[in-house]
């Protein structure tokens, strides 16, 4: 009999130390995410082209993960310095990179995108675009 009364005790009781893991790991991760640029503008080289570099993470962001550019080629340097492999792909222009995967020779791949009209072009790691892997590139 005593055992029926003791279980709401012990939901009360264990539920703040639950609740407290949770939050903790999200904390980390929103800590690790707020060090990363979330947005620049792509510069003009010398070569008329606009370029970017978008580093990706471990934690499966693109960073940064919002672009500006203009109307014409963006070549796009995508890094990888961590351990799981990333591409970039933007699938409304059908377009995507080569995988990167952080091992030596494999940290960098340059990818070149034509932008014909302005607007908003989402991209995306096709690896991880389920976890959120996601980003943007707004053309003016």
């Not at 003791?6 to 939050?23: E, F, H, K």
């Not at 979330?38 to 970017?52: C, E, F, I, P």
């Not at 471990?58 to 990888?80: E, W």
């Not at 933007?90 to 377009?95: Q, R």
Request: glycine share 8%; hydrophobic share 35%.
């Amino acid at each position: 009999m005593h055992r029926r009364r003791l279980w709401p005790v012990t939901l009360l009781l264990t539920l703040p130390l639950v609740t407290t893991a949770c939050s903790g790991s999200a904390g980390r991760r929103h800590a690790i995410d707020s060090h990363v640029p979330t947005s620049v503008t792509a510069t003009k080289g010398t070569d008329g082209v606009q370029h970017v570099t978008i580093d990706t993470t471990d934690n499966f962001r693109f960073a940064p993960m919002s672009i500006a550019a203009h109307v014409g080629k963006l070549r796009i340097a995508l890094t990888d310095h961590g351990s799981y492999p990333h591409n970039i792909s933007f699938p409304t222009l059908h377009a995507t990179s080569s995988t990167v995967s952080g091992n030596p020779g494999q940290q960098t791949t340059t990818f070149t995108v034509t932008f014909t009209h302005p607007g908003t072009y989402q991209f995306v790691c096709t690896f991880h675009s389920s976890a959120g892997m996601r980003g943007q590139v707004t053309v003016s």
